[in-house]
């Protein structure tokens, strides 16, 4: 008997436990949310042009699921094999999932069918993989072009003077399809990474003013949870907020830059 009450409180607690995650997700949210309206607004923009992806990594599909049932629909993953394996648990949702960790050609072709967009496509050579297997799988892929601004050889991304060869790829590309460019700073402090938002706007701008499809460039992914308000006063339209939504990651997980 007194095991099966020390079952019924365990059973209880997790419970409890579970409904706290809950209504903390769901709250940070709403909190993320109001903060986006308000920076948006501030600088006179229409917050509904501002898109919010839930960066999940190193959180339980439990995690999603409470996000999820919050109303969030798009949610990023770093690693593709940890994003695989949440798409398999969770597609009973509605998710819409982002890959915005560095895509490894050898990689790509695992990627296609879970996610929606890919936030990290680095070279033409890339583009045309996704595009080719995508093809190959009858599949569609929304792809952004991560850019490097710092100019650091140990990061990912294209070079400014590397865009132009890879625009024009993408005009060749059936399935995977350029929507935008993606950038993560070399900075934490939201006003000193503030410039480099600012630089990857007039960049866009300048290629838009050269006579590239503005289709290709409508995204502007950048902003964390450390920065998102002053990403999105410099023009962001993606924010990747990971901890303000589900809380701080251990440091022993929180070893890559999408927060």
């Known amino acids: 008997m007194a095991d099966s009450h020390v079952g019924k409180a365990d059973h209880q607690s997790d419970t409890d436990s579970s409904s706290n995650v809950e209504s903390s997700i769901a709250e940070n949210l709403n909190e993320v949310r109001s903060r986006i309206h308000r ?21 339980s599909a439990e995690h999603i699921r409470a996000a999820a049932t ?5 949610f990023g993953e770093n690693r593709v094999q940890e994003g695989l394996q949440k798409c398999a648990l969770l597609r009973d949702l509605h998710i819409r999932w982002h890959l915005i960790g560095h895509l490894q050609s050898n990689k790509a072709k695992k990627i296609v069918e879970p996610f929606a967009w890919i936030h990290s496509v680095d070279s033409a050579d890339l583009l045309k993989r996704v595009d080719r297997i995508a093809s190959e799988q009858d599949a569609r892929l929304e792809v952004l072009i991560q850019v490097d601004l710092a100019g650091e050889a140990t990061k990912h991304g294209a070079t400014p003077e590397e865009l132009p060869d890879i625009l024009t790829t993408g005009l060749e590309c059936q399935a995977a399809q350029i929507r935008g460019l993606m950038l993560i700073p070399p900075l934490d402090e939201p006003e000193r990474v503030r410039p480099y938002f600012r630089r990857l706007y007039d960049l866009r701008n300048d290629l838009l003013g050269k006579g590239y499809d503005s289709r290709m460039l409508h995204h502007l992914s950048m ?23 589900f809380g701080a990651r251990s440091q022993k997980k929180n070893n890559a830059p999408h927060r």
């Open 223 to 245: 902003g964390m949870s450390h920065d998102f308000e002053v990403a999105v006063q410099e023009g962001a339209t993606i924010v990747r907020v990971g901890s303000a939504i």
């Open 39 to 59: 920076a948006a607004t501030q600088v006179g923009r229409d917050p509904a042009e501002v898109q919010l992806v839930a960066v999940s990594k190193t959180f």
């Open 70 to 74: 919050a109303g969030q629909v798009d």
